[in-house]
C-alpha cells in the first residue's frame, strides 16, 4: 500500500542547492546505464544515459557519472529545482532486451 | 503527441474478471515492452516484442497474463480471473534498436485497481 512509497531512501534538498543522487548496481557486465524521472502518477520520463565505456557525461543541468570499479552510478542535478521533486531510477542493460530499475530516490526539493 | 500512449489511465475491477490494456508506442519503433511497477519499487519487466514478434517473457508473467502485439504497431495486455495482487501501474515502453544504444520511453501507464 502507500506506506513502501515512504520507505523509498529520500533526498532532501533546499532550492537552488545541488542534489546527487546515488545508486548500485549489480552486474558487472552491464553496458548501459539510464536514469529516469518519475513524476507522481506518471511514467519514467528519460533524463541521460551512459555507456560503460565513459565515466562522465552532461546534459543540461545534470550529470551522470559512473564508477565501474565499485559500480556506483550517481545523478548530480545543478541548481535543483521544485520542477525536479520527483523519484529517480537509475537503471542498467546488458546489451541485450532486459532493463533492469534499481529501487528509486525520492528527492524533495523545499522552496 | 508523438510519444508512447496508454488507455484507460485507470481501472477498477473487481476480483475474478478479466481486464485489457493497451498501448501505442513511437510510431517508427519497433520494440515494445510492458512492465509493472508497485509503488515504491523500479519497474518490473514483463515482456516484450521486436516487431510483432513477442521474444521473451519474465517469469512473473502468469499464465492468466497474455499480450499480443498483431500487426507490430499498438500492444494489448489482458489479465484473465484478476486477483487482488494484480493490482498495479502497468507501463509500456518503446525503443528503436539499434547499433549504439536502446533507450526506452515510457508510457503513462495504466493504474489498476482490484477489488
Known amino acids: 500500500g502507500e506506506s513502501v512509497g515512504l520507505h523509498l531512501p529520500t533526498l532532501s534538498v533546499q532550492e537552488g542547492d545541488n542534489s546527487i543522487i546515488n545508486c548500485a548496481y549489480s552486474?558487472?557486465?552491464?553496458?548501459?546505464f539510464i536514469w529516469y524521472k518519475q513524476e507522481s502518477g506518471k511514467g519514467p520520463q528519460f533524463i541521460i544515459d551512459i555507456r560503460s565505456n565513459m565515466d562522465k557525461r552532461q546534459g543540461q543541468r545534470v550529470t551522470v557519472l559512473l564508477n565501474k570499479t565499485v559500480k556506483h552510478l550517481s545523478l548530480q542535478i545543478a541548481a535543483t529545482q521544485p520542477g525536479d521533486s520527483a523519484v529517480y531510477f537509475c537503471?542498467?542493460?546488458?546489451?541485450?532486451?532486459?532493463?533492469?530499475f534499481g529501487a528509486g530516490t525520492r528527492l524533495f526539493v523545499k522552496a | 503527441d508523438t510519444g508512447v500512449s496508454q488507455d484507460p489511465r485507470h481501472k477498477i475491477t473487481k476480483r475474478g474478471q478479466n481486464v485489457t490494456f493497451r498501448c501505442d508506442p513511437i510510431s517508427e519503433h519497433n520494440r515494445l515492452y510492458w512492465y509493472r511497477q508497485t509503488l515504491g519499487q523500479g519497474p518490473e519487466f514483463l515482456t516484450y516484442f521486436q516487431n510483432e514478434a513477442q521474444l521473451e517473457k519474465s517469469r512473473l508473467l502468469s499464465d492468466r497474463f497474455s499480450a499480443e502485439r498483431p500487426k507490430g504497431s499498438f500492444s494489448t495486455l489482458e489479465i484473465q480471473r484478476t486477483e487482488q495482487g494484480d493490482s498495479a501501474m502497468y507501463l509500456c515502453?518503446?525503443?528503436?534498436?539499434?547499433?549504439?544504444?536502446?533507450?526506452?520511453?515510457f508510457g503513462p501507464g495504466t493504474r489498476l485497481l482490484v477489488l
Open positions: 537503471a542498467e542493460n546488458t546489451g541485450g532486451f532486459k532493463t533492469i
Open positions: 552486474n558487472s557486465a552491464s553496458d548501459y
Open positions: 515502453a518503446s525503443s528503436l534498436v539499434s547499433a549504439i544504444q536502446e533507450t526506452q520511453y
